[in-house]
């Protein structure tokens, strides 16, 4: 019996399940990232002293794992497979510059590390069928379908939502990319998805594009963010209880024993002063650094209380920190663990030598699928795609300018290395750059120049015996 292919309402009915079934992992790492975290373990009795503490306990170290690796993944040229020697800009890195995604990268970026995966479409402009519309989804907002997760590069329809309506019943709008069409749908109502409109895409596949540093083979994806919560929580923990102790117990706590106090005393009569329960009042006594404390009494003892000490609490918060960066590569003095005082370019390269791996490891994968972005773009814009051209990543390391000069200049003279080819491995320097260099030096190349006479030596001779050929014959 054949199979009948789901309709678009059963896809999107699918698609907005999927999406409140994730909404609770995805929210609780939201918060995360935001700083709204679960609170420290308190006393069912506690103070309002005591949940202010636990307010002020939340020291968000999340936005860092996410933040310090998204800084080094930055696209900055883009290089077709057959782009010969002063061709012009390729239209895909016009459509990269026209959509702003030297800024708008980012975020996809960002996105990707915390919850493991995001998504970019590429659509058709309206008002121009060959300007390509880049636009960055959250994975909050769309779900995507694949035949095999972990392998295909494109998926067979995807739902994006507008978001997750509050009330359960409630509508929310919604678009279902397929392998020919976007259509325009409701979906959470009581009666069900329905369709609003549909328009072809003008591909002739599901133009959403993932982007997942992380996956396996059974397609599961997993961000920076998830599995260090619990770190996250206990750090929290371990800065609550060293608060209390600082605020409760971190002074000295001066005694007296075998002393009377002194009751309060009514100045007309002279009788002691009775509170509501029929006690006497006594008179505090104020002991503080300007007063000395004396005591009629020869059997009165002075004492006190020792402070708190602290250190095991500030060593307790430190390896915790020490577990967070060897557990998300990022290096301990990025969470204030160790020093880097007077540290060389060398020293710091080895000491981000985790990260790099893991930054490496991400262009990898985010690489490739901001290539096949700029393959659809390719698609729209009316041009022959190049499924071997690769995107080119900002250098982002910690080496120093004169170090990677001097590396460079010796793959010129030693290895025989174009120096042209160089230019793009200088830090700093981008495309463009690089293609304003060529120009100047086409332009100061003294063979060049030579040419350019030659020809126009040739030229005028020429052109003078063909107007005098034409005298003679007249």
Request: with cysteine; hydrophobic share 40%; proline share 8%.
């Amino acid at each position: 019996m054949a199979e009948t292919t789901p309709s678009v309402e059963e896809l999107a009915a699918v698609g907005f399940d999927r999406l409140r079934a994730d909404r609770e992992r995805l929210d609780r790492i939201d918060r995360y990232i935001r700083g709204e975290h679960d609170g420290p373990y308190t006393p069912k009795s506690a103070t309002e002293e005591y949940k202010l503490l636990a307010k002020r306990a939340v020291s968000n170290w999340l936005p860092l794992l996410v933040k310090t690796p998204s800084q080094a993944l930055a696209v900055d040229g883009f290089r077709r497979s057959a782009e010969a020697e002063g061709q012009e800009t390729p239209e895909e890195w016009r459509a990269w510059q026209d959509q702003r995604m030297d800024a708008r990268q980012a975020p996809v970026h960002r996105a990707a590390l915390t919850y493991g995966q995001a998504f970019v479409t590429v659509l058709r402009d309206p008002a121009d069928p060959t300007r390509p519309v880049i636009r960055g989804v959250s994975p909050r907002l769309i779900h995507v379908s694949y035949a095999d997760p972990a392998a295909d590069a494109l998926p067979l329809w995807a739902l994006q939502i507008e978001g997750l309506p509050e009330k359960e019943g409630a509508e929310a709008r919604g678009w279902l990319y397929d392998g020919t069409s976007v259509h325009d749908v409701m979906v959470g109502g009581k009666d069900g998805p329905r369709v609003i409109g549909s328009a072809p895409h003008g591909f002739d596949v599901c133009p959403v594009v993932r982007f997942a540093p992380d996956v396996d083979l059974e397609g599961r994806v997993t961000g920076v963010v998830e599995p260090m919560i619990p770190i996250q929580d206990r750090v929290n923990q371990t800065v609550f209880d060293l608060l209390v102790s600082q605020t409760f117990g971190s002074f000295k706590v001066r005694t007296i024993s075998g002393m009377a106090p002194e009751f309060k005393r009514d100045p007309a009569t002279g009788e002691v002063v009775l509170d509501a329960s029929g006690r006497p009042v006594p008179i505090p006594i104020r002991a503080d650094a300007s007063r000395f404390l004396v005591a009629p009494d020869p059997d009165t003892k002075f004492s006190q209380l020792d402070e708190t000490p602290l250190g095991g609490f500030l060593d307790a918060i430190e390896t915790a920190t020490k577990h967070l960066a060897a557990l998300s590569q990022l290096p301990p003095m990025y969470l204030g663990v160790g020093s880097v005082t007077n540290l060389s370019a060398e020293a710091m390269a080895a000491a981000e030598m985790a990260l790099s791996r893991a930054v490496e490891e991400y262009r990898h994968a985010l690489g490739e699928s901001w290539e096949l972005v700029l393959f659809l773009c390719a698609i729209v814009k009316g041009v022959e795609p190049d499924p071997e051209a690769e995107v080119l990543w900002t250098d982002a390391g910690s080496r120093s300018l004169s170090q990677t000069v001097d590396a460079l200049g010796k793959a010129v003279q030693m290895l025989q290395v174009p120096a042209r080819a160089m230019w793009s491995r200088i830090p700093g320097v981008t495309a463009r750059d690089v293609e304003e260099w060529a120009q100047m030096a086409e332009a100061d190349d003294p063979g060049l120049r030579m040419a350019d006479a030659m020809a126009s030596a040739v030229a005028a001779p020429a052109a003078v015996t063909d107007g005098y050929a034409g005298g003679d014959g007249a």
